[in-house]
């Protein structure tokens, strides 16, 4: 009997017309051939991979993509649900036969001369049972090296899809890497997805964004279950007990920072579960569980350096599991080492940019690109959670919500229940970064921080943050926080990052029920000292200013939220209307 796995593979093989086909075992062996390859292959005019010093980076490729291939491409992203209005204003949408037959077109013979990689692949652990069994298919050997390291690659994932037709698909091709021929297309009712034109990460690794996010968030809507762009920590007190968080920030805009925490705080560590992506189910004993789906990071480069994240820079280092991938930095020449900015305190004076051009030190322009990233096996990182493998995943006691604003936006606060919590997640605003093409800087709603992600319309979503509520036990406590406040000169009130343990050490005490909280128009702040500043140099006046209501401000925001909620009409589930309707209220509109 021809397996359903068996049939799709041959039904692309037929469709791409590829040279050649291979199969992934996801063996370190494997690993090795093809780094091997893709020194020697030229693709889109460039070698693939280049070693780099072995000494200082062990087992670390450089990777430089085409310059107009270097971030998410938001509007070429597609959700193809058979409605308009199934997708939702916050998705483009095309109706499925005809983004079928545009991407047939384009995938037609387009691996000629190729190999097809097939990656049979798990996401999640594979003796979870809220895993999930996937196949993607590409020609990208940089795409199928990445991906063994960002999932759980070979055998165990063949093994578990076995004669079953319950897994995703996803066909890539990079194509001509031409921004005019280049779309990224969901099919959520078919577990499908079908990328063209790009290399870049988010667009051509479909387990990732596509599938875990945009096509895990609609099975979690049908399922009962929620698919998040959330990192997950444990955080351990001087006491031993660990305290789990699930953190949801707009892209490049500090999960992965936080995920890898080294707290300045004396008895506090914090234990990585994952940087991105959570996916999170009531368990038996009705507390809410979460699992990260992958086994890497794909990082932002530049600001990651030992003094804003010293566990990052040591799992660089690492290469129990290989290989580890830079893409888009700069090339210090003097040693052969990857360069960005952040990552030392001078810049290096032989310097080849992210473009392969020598740098001239006193151009404005940044020697990486700013969307420059690693990728790196979660199992290099010298902090992982001993619960990482746990089928069940961890339990979660609160959950943190961030976003970049220079203004508005306190440090900290806490919404009063899990209702108040859905809504000011819901009306999360954030300034654009490098990590999609487009504006960078633009202040834009994105709830949840799931704008680019959510595979389906976010009314529904919406309901469906609030009905998980009404299934959870004891609901996590939610909490909102902005690193990202700026004075007037334009500098970060703010110290952030190793910092940035202070205020999770003031939300374990909020767990604990151990300090109590001020009530404002927007939520719940920390009482006076209650946030420990203990060898921070900050002024009185700076933290007063991080942590109050800024009235007109507010103001402003209520118009682009009333805006942005205008868009999904009824949708938007009633609850949420009248949180608004009371924030109005205290803010004297
Ligand atoms: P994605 O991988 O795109 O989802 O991004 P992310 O949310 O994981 O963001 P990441 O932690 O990589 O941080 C993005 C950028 O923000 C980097 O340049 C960091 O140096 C910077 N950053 C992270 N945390 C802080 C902080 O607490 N304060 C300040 N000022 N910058 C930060
Ligand atoms: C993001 O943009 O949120 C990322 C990088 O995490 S990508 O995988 O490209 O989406
Ligand atoms: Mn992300």
Request: neutral net charge; hydrophobic residues 35%; aromatic residues 10%.
């Amino acid at each position: 009997m021809t397996t359903p796995m068996e049939l799709f593979i041959k039904k692309m093989q037929d469709l791409l017309q590829p040279g050649e086909v291979y199969r992934m075992d996801g063996s370190q062996e494997e690993a090795e051939r093809l780094t091997n390859l893709a020194q020697e292959s030229e693709v889109d005019g460039r070698i693939v991979l280049k070693k780099l010093n072995a000494q200082e980076y062990p087992n670390s490729y450089y990777h430089r993509s085409n310059p107009n291939d270097v971030a998410r491409t938001e509007h070429l992203t597609f959700v193809c649900t058979p409605t308009k209005e199934q997708a939702g204003p916050n998705n483009n949408w095309l109706e499925p036969s005809a983004a079928k037959e545009k991407m047939m077109r384009l995938l037609k013979d387009a691996m000629k001369g190729r190999t097809m990689y097939v990656i049979p692949f798990v996401m999640g652990t594979p003796q979870s049972r809220y895993a999930k069994n996937c196949v993607q298919v590409t020609d990208s050997v940089y795409v199928a090296l990445s991906m063994r390291v960002m999932s759980r690659v070979g055998k165990q994932a063949v093994e578990r899809i076995g004669n079953s037709s319950d897994f995703f698909r996803g066909v890539h091709s990079i194509g001509d890497v031409n921004p005019d021929r280049r779309f990224i297309m969901h099919f959520p009712q078919e577990n499908l997805v079908m990328s063209f034109g790009s290399g870049y990460g988010g667009n051509a690794l479909l387990g990732k964004k596509c599938y875990s996010l945009r096509i895990g968030s609609y099975l979690g809507y049908q399922e009962g279950w929620l698919a998040e762009h959330m990192i997950i920590i444990g955080v351990q007190a001087p006491d031993g007990k660990v305290t789990y968080f699930l953190g949801a920030f707009p892209s490049a805009c500090g999960k992965t920072n936080l995920a890898l925490l080294e707290s300045v705080l004396k008895g506090y560590k914090v234990w990585t579960m994952g940087d991105d992506i959570a996916w999170v189910n009531v368990g038996e004993d009705g507390q809410l569980y979460a699992i990260n789906p992958e086994a890497g990071f794909f990082g932002v480069a530049p600001g990651t350096g030992v003094n804003t994240n010293p566990v990052m820079m040591k799992t660089l280092k690492n290469d129990k599991f290989f290989p580890t991938l830079f893409t888009n930095t700069a090339v210090d020449n003097s040693n052969n080492t990857p360069w960005w900015e952040g990552v030392s305190k001078g810049v290096p004076s032989d310097l080849t940019d992210w473009q392969g051009q020598k740098y001239d030190k006193n151009s404005s322009k940044s020697a990486a690109h700013p969307n420059s990233r690693f990728t790196v096996s979660i199992y290099n990182c010298p902090t992982l959670s001993s619960e990482y493998d746990n089928p069940m995943g961890v339990p979660i006691s609160g959950i943190i919500f961030g976003g970049r604003r220079r203004s508005t936006i306190p440090l900290v606060y806490e919404a009063k229940n899990w209702n108040a919590g859905v809504f000011t997640a819901s009306i999360i605003g954030s300034e654009t970064t490098a990590a999609s093409t487009g504006q960078v800087g633009a202040v834009r709603r994105d709830p949840m921080a799931m704008l680019p992600f959510c595979g389906y319309n976010m009314g529904d979503y919406f309901r469906h943050w609030l009905d998980m509520g009404k299934k959870v036990k004891n609901p996590p406590k939610i909490f909102m926080v902005n690193w990202f406040r700026k004075d007037e000169d334009g500098k970060f009130m703010w110290p952030g990052f190793r910092d940035n343990s202070r205020i999770i050490k003031w939300m374990i005490d909020r767990v604990e029920g151990k300090t109590g909280v001020v009530e404002s128009e927007i939520g719940l702040f920390p009482e006076d000292n209650a946030i420990d500043l203990n060898g921070l140099d900050i002024k009185k006046e700076t933290m007063a200013k991080l942590l109050r209501v800024d009235k007109e401000d507010w103001k402003k925001e209520i118009v682009m939220i009333e805006e942005f909620y205008a868009k999904f009409g009824d949708k938007i589930p009633k609850e949420l209307n009248n949180c608004l309707a009371e924030l109005k209220n205290k803010l004297g509109m």
